[in-house]
């Protein structure tokens, strides 16, 4: 099969989809392709600053990723060996310090908001496989694998939004730095206890850093920073003494913690590094990413 549009984006997470929206918003034809069933996903990130309250806001998109479910951060807190060393509140004019949004909340809105829209396509369970290029070397469309099926579009311009390990930048062979920040992360979600605060809670435990942030829907997520590329070490150690230092600082959190994170199969890695472009473009090709985790 084949399609055309004015513009493929590749990767419906929140630089996709948003992108895709605006372009779709100002009449331009534009099909997005995402190889996953649906577009809710775990793990991610999904806390919004100010700018990104504010973006939201302006779009009107706000007051309806609000009607799915958000969380107002109360305070942030910084924690060191069990004792709260500072407490930061939000200033007299604000009423958050941050705000969790389930990345599903905001990635339904932004796709249901563009679906109303003739000039947006949304093509699931199609995974963008090969660039086209033209004689003269212009990238000119996609190949993809649609529920199974070789599907071509041909677009003047194709946005690879398709996160860290982008097919579009390697197949446009962009070239890449990739750069580590010397840590990597645990996640870990459990239910947050009665009468817990939305709070973002930053602990100091032995030297490395524990963050515990609240969700919306009476979760707090977990992310522990251990040294990059230490996870498999780490794995082959006992796990009690580990979780022991979390209930240690956070003896509140002992019952939910013993019940929800019982082994290392309890926690998601995330591999943190950043990679940096030189370009991100090329002859029909934008590389488009949100900033990754810091
Ligand atoms: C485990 C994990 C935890 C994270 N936690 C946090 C956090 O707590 N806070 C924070 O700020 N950031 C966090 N991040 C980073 C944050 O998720 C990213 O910065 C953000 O999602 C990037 O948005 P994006 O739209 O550029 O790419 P992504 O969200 O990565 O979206 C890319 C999309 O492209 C799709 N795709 C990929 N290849 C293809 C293909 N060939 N064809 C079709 N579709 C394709 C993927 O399925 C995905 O839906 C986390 C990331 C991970 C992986």
Known sequence: MMVKTDVCIVGSGPGGALLAYLLAKQNISVILLERNLG?????????LNEEGESILKKLGLF????????LRMEQIEYWQDGQLVKEIFPDA???????HVPQNHLL??????AQKLN????MLNTRMTDLIQDEAGQFCGVKALKDGSELI?????????DGRFSTVRKKAEIPVVVKNHGYDLLWAKIPAPYGWKPSIKNALVNGSQLTLFTQAGGLIQIGWNIDHGSYSQLRKQ????????LIMNFPELAGMVREHIQSWQDFILLDVHSCQCETWTKDGVVYWGMPPIQ
């Open 63 to 70: 007051p309806k990723v609000e009607d799915l479910g958000l």
């Open 108 to 113: 339904k809105v932004i796709v249901d908001e």
């Open 119 to 122: 000039s947006f396509q949304l």
């Open 238 to 245: 006992p796990f009690e003494p580990f979780i022991e230092k």
């Open 93 to 99: 004019h604000k009423d958050n310090l941050g705000i």
């Open 39 to 47: 577009v809710a996903r775990e793990f991610r990130g999904e806390f």
């Open 153 to 161: 579009i041909q677009s003047p311009l194709i946005i690879g939004a």
